[in-house]
């Protein structure tokens, strides 16, 4: 099992950055592929990016492409989303997710999109762009 702890959200004007942090305990962080979600008010949760295990892979949803970045550190238990040029639609809760995969070659390039393959969830942290 593991422990998720979102960091770094607040408030931002439209055009910044901000840096998201997700610390994991618990088990080997090197055994789950990572991901970002985010809900909106009155919206479902949904896709942002993810990360393979190995961090040799990534993925993100339409929106935040080329706005947006994943990134890991195994060594540290953390993944990260760095997110730039900041909309006021990206006003959300970010959550951080694990997805629990065996590591070998066979899996060093997996990520998923989908929230039901995801096995432990964080709380969320809130992330507010003013226009």
């Known amino acids: 099992q593991v422990q998720l702890v979102e960091s770094g959200g607040g408030l931002v004007q439209a055009g910044g950055s901000l840096r998201l942090s997700c610390a994991a305990s618990g088990r080997t962080f090197s055994s789950y592929a990572m991901g970002w979600f985010r809900q909106a008010p009155g919206k479902e949760r949904e896709f942002v990016a993810a990360i393979s295990w190995s961090g040799g892979n990534t993925h993100y949803a339409d929106s935040v492409k080329g706005r947006f970045t994943i990134s890991r550190d195994n060594a540290k238990n953390t993944v990260y989303l760095q997110m730039n040029s900041l909309k006021p639609e990206d006003t959300a809760v970010y959550y951080c997710?694990?997805?629990?995969?065996?590591?070998?070659?066979?899996?060093?390039?997996?990520?998923?999109?989908?929230?039901?393959?995801?096995?432990?969830w964080g709380q969320g942290t809130q992330v507010t762009v003013s226009s």
């Open positions: 997710a694990a997805h629990d995969v065996i590591p070998s070659i066979h899996t060093v390039m997996v990520v998923t999109t989908s929230q039901d393959e995801y096995d432990y």
